[in-house]
């Protein structure tokens, strides 16, 4: 069995248990919903806010710039092949898993390679200023 017969497979599966479950929750989901929208009081939600203290909290109204900086990155990435061979030759599967990246955070890359003869250029310039 290939390995798209299998992933189609899966798929199927998991779109049928998805609705399933869907299905056999969903009366719950909308008596759970009606039980919280009863229990709520206009005393839990607080006072309102005043136009002018809104106002007041508005963002972007008077911003002064007293200096510009400017920097400029410059990156070429050149590679070159030639005169290659390749015969009967079998490539490699290449996967990332849906959790890869579930705890990531800030700038991450991924460079994938799958196939015979490819060139991969990668680069990443960050210019990180703190004052």
Known sequence: MRCTSKLLIVCLALASCTLFTEKLFAGQMDQLTLNT???????????????DVLESLSGGQSMSIDTIDILANN???NADMKDNLLYSTNTGINQVSNDAFANASGIFTVVQNSGNQVIIN???ILNLQMQ
């Open 37 to 51: 929208a009863e229990t709520m009081e206009l005393s839990q939600v607080g006072d309102p806010v005043s136009s």
């Open 122 to 124: 990668n680069a990443l």
């Open 75 to 77: 990156m070429k990435l």
